[in-house]
């Protein structure tokens, strides 16, 4: 279900961590999902068992995983659904911002809507937060 | 962090006139993969050697599960496992009776950890060792090795002349076996790509010293190299804490830090730089970067370097 690229700049421990949270926050896997055990996750992805724990620790201090290398590791977050309206209102100060720019550069509102399509096409994920 | 199974201070090794290890300080905790890189020749094997009480240190110490190297060599290579670039087997025994013939050394050997291991990796007990594939050797050795339960493996250069497929799998087997905690690998090679793969803690060699030691993933949150426009001049950058290296081509300056890289960025952007890309290093680069300097330095030729 995950992997990594040893070979890149970016820690392994920290690239787990944004997979797991991706899979998490998209829903992938649900809230008491039991997510695999260090050692058999180590073993998948040949990388070292206390990356993995390093990865989970995270995890679990950032509330989205809960239980220890006994028991388990599960998943513990769910999406948000119920706060929608909170994360709208969130956002809603940056639209106001561009669209009041971009009204002062000039721009129509079409221009402006085929300008945010083409950005999202290009950057190919709409869901994440830029790494690194 | 788990026990201390591996411990070296001040470890030197001098043939003549030449320092095959100078001064390494080595830990080795339980649970941890630790990755002894460098060229050919930086001392890597000998270091091993000497833990294994195969060579005596002409300086410093070093102790293995508590024993003395050198006055409790015995108990040493009893209780640590090592397993040798160039692989001693027997080509026409077949491999059950190898297994028998090496358990017949070690009175800690556990037989039944052999036969679990050779059936779950798949290794036909039947057949002869020359028969076997090299990647089924090499399991076939790491399997032996393992079922004498040692709480230390040494391994050197494990993987040479393995196909990738091969590679995987053994490292794979290591990992795993990692993850009882109680446990732990010296693992040298000069493989970068398989050290950035399971080892957790990494020391460089070069030249038969210790270029860098430390936690990989911490390592690579240190280690980038900053593109940045103008700014300081070339001399002052190379005498901050944390860069390692600072080149200039016309106005666009590279700065290899070793350092919290915000810290260098604020210090560079307040000294007028302008445009400061922040990138990642993998463990090649920061390797190639310590190499290099590290011959600089021993030719003299410091010019670019700090």
Known sequence: MFHVRPES??????????????AITTGAVRPGDRLPT???LAADLVINPNTVARAYRELERAGLVEGGPRRGTFVKYSPPALLVHERRKRLQPYIDGLIAEARVLGFSADELRALIDRTLSRSGDTGRAEHG | MGDLLVETVGLSKAFGPVRAVDDIDLTVHAGSIVGLVGPNGAGKTTTIKMLLGMTRPSAGSATVLGHDVVRESVAVRREAAFIPEDKLLYPDMRVSGFARFYGSFFPEWDEAVLARLLEEWEIPVDRRIKQLSKGMRAKLVLAAALSRRPRVLLMDEPTIDLDPAS???????IAEWTADQDRAVLLA?????????????????????????GVLDELKLRWKSLRVLGGPAVDEIRGWDGVRRVSASGDLKTVIVDADPARIRGRLESGGAAGVEVHDMNLREIYLTLTNYERGRLDGAVESLV
């Open chain 1, 38 to 40: 260090v050692r058999q």
């Open chain 1, 9 to 22: 700049g970016e820690p392994i421990y920290q690239q787990l961590v944004r997979q797991i949270t991706h």
């Open chain 2, 189 to 213: 090679t000069h493989r970068l790509e398989e050290v950035e793969r399971i080892c957790d803690h990494v020391t460089v060699m070069v030249e038969g010293r210790q270029a860098l030691s």
């Open chain 2, 167 to 173: 590679v995987e799998e053994l490292l794979s087997l």
